[in-house]
């Protein structure tokens, strides 16, 4: 037997999360077996631990959406035992039993090589959250984005995504403003290469279809006013990359930030996103996040602990990325 985070459902259809050992014979199919070592809580694994929203769609669950670890059996061409690897997404956590747990089984497919530049407590620092910043930054330099051209908007800066976004960004030579709701954190997030902090009330009312021109780019990930007060203040032919909602899924603006300025709204999907574009994130990670800065950012727990956690989590009582030890 080993130990996993198991989520029921009872009649009341309220959820329940417990520790629970689980026969490696009930994973599901896969070609690949990982002894996971370190998983992490996500916005997502908050959710569906807590019942806060219908993450869950086949129970019994065990969530976790990203996990690292080393490869124990493997019939994937790709992979051997020994091998460390991470994974991020595809489903984890929602449809199938996911990284909270001691062993997975998946396909081969979906796994990346560990980078040797972390161990896999610091693949899961950066878990789903930074490897979806990795993916933004990309996107904005392939819209064009260059230090050169003038501030980038991280909001949600306090929040796993927004940590890491500030690293590389700040790393990459850009002039960072991060906007948060929790100021006091001003050297938190300094120290993550912010260059000024903002704070979110400013942008937390209905935003005017155009403002004055402020930043050539932006990372966003709250939605709804935020993001529509960030498109009005854009620069011209400016990018801004879309992957949370922590604030809202609605978008109260208009057309014209795209069409009078011709702003860029940059959706990032990191679930399924192609395993080239998964390289190409870990190889940005690898070469500009600092890994000491990480330790900053990070709490750690162990299997239990991440489901109380989990509570603090979507209380919004956390900063930053929590690692979760399957083996403690």
Same mark, same amino acid.
């Given at each position: 037997?080993?130990?996993?985070?198991?989520?029921? $459902?009872?009649?009341?259809?309220?959820?329940?999360?417990?520790? /629970?050992?689980?026969?490696?014979?009930?994973?599901?199919?896969?070609?690949? &077996?990982?002894?996971?070592?370190?998983?992490?809580?996500?916005?997502?694994?908050?959710?569906?631990?807590?019942? /806060?929203?219908?993450?869950?769609?086949?129970?019994?669950?065990?969530?976790?959406?990203?996990?690292?670890?080393?490869?124990?059996?493997?019939?994937? !061409?790709?992979?051997?035992?020994?091998?460390?690897?991470?994974?991020?997404?595809?489903?984890?956590?929602?449809?199938?039993?996911?990284?909270?747990?001691?062993?997975?089984?998946?396909?081969?497919?979906?796994?990346?090589?560990?980078?040797?530049?972390?161990?896999?407590?610091?693949?899961?620092?950066?878990?789903? !959250?930074?490897? &979806?910043?990795?993916?933004?930054?990309?996107?904005?330099?392939?819209?064009?984005?260059?230090?050169?051209?003038?501030?980038?908007?991280?909001?949600?800066?306090?929040?796993?995504?927004? +940590?890491?976004?500030?690293?590389?960004?700040?790393?990459?030579?850009?002039?960072?403003?991060?906007?948060?709701?929790?100021?006091?954190?001003?050297?938190?997030?300094?120290?993550?290469?912010?260059?000024?902090?903002?704070? $979110?009330?400013?942008?937390?009312?209905?935003?005017?279809?155009?403002?004055?021109? $402020?930043?050539? +780019?932006?990372?966003?990930?709250?939605?709804?006013?935020?993001?529509?007060?960030?498109?009005?203040?854009?620069?011209?032919?400016?990018?801004?990359?879309?992957?949370?909602?922590?604030?809202?899924?609605?978008?109260?603006? /208009?057309?014209?930030?795209?069409?009078?300025?011709?702003?860029?709204?940059?959706?990032?999907? /990191?679930?399924?996103?192609?395993?080239?574009?998964?390289?190409?994130?870990?190889?940005?990670?690898?070469?500009?996040?600092?890994?000491?800065?990480?330790?900053?950012?990070? &709490?750690?727990?162990?299997?239990?602990?991440?489901?109380?956690?989990?509570?603090?989590?979507?209380?919004?009582?956390?900063?930053?990325?929590?690692?979760?030890?399957? &083996? $403690?």
């Amino acid at each position: 037997m080993t130990q996993a985070i198991l989520l029921t $459902r009872g009649e009341d259809k309220a959820t329940q999360a417990a520790v /629970s050992d689980i026969d490696p014979a009930d994973l599901p199919e896969g070609d690949v &077996t990982v002894a996971v070592s370190h998983s992490t809580l996500n916005y997502k694994d908050g959710l569906a631990i807590t019942g /806060s929203g219908p993450v869950v769609r086949a129970w019994p669950m065990v969530p976790g959406i990203d996990f690292a670890g080393v490869v124990e059996d493997s019939g994937h !061409a790709g992979f051997k035992p020994g091998d460390a690897v991470v994974l991020n997404g595809w489903g984890l956590g929602e449809s199938r039993w996911g990284g909270l747990a001691q062993k997975a089984r998946v396909p081969g497919d979906w796994l990346v090589p560990l980078p040797p530049a972390f161990t896999p407590a610091q693949a899961m620092a950066i878990g789903t !959250a930074g490897y &979806t910043a990795a993916l933004a930054v990309l996107e904005l330099e392939r819209q064009g984005l260059t230090p050169d051209k003038g501030p980038v908007l991280v909001t949600g800066a306090n929040g796993g995504v927004g +940590g890491v976004a500030i690293a590389l960004l700040a790393r990459r030579g850009y002039e960072v403003v991060a906007m948060t709701g929790r100021t006091g954190e001003a050297d938190y997030l300094t120290g993550l290469g912010a260059s000024a902090i903002m704070d $979110r009330a400013e942008y937390a009312g209905p935003a005017r279809p155009m403002a004055k021109e $402020r930043w050539a +780019g932006a990372v966003d990930a709250v939605g709804s006013h935020t993001l529509a007060n960030v498109l009005s203040q854009m620069k011209y032919f400016s990018p801004v990359a879309a992957c949370g909602l922590a604030g809202g899924m609605d978008l109260p603006t /208009s057309v014209a930030p795209f069409i009078l300025r011709g702003v860029r709204l940059c959706g990032i999907e /990191s679930v399924y996103m192609p395993k080239p574009e998964r390289l190409a994130a870990y190889d940005l990670l690898a070469n500009d996040l600092d890994p000491a800065l990480l330790a900053s950012m990070t &709490t750690e727990v162990g299997l239990a602990e991440a489901i109380p956690t989990a509570a603090r989590l979507m209380a919004g009582q956390v900063r930053g990325r929590v690692v979760v030890d399957v &083996t $403690r």
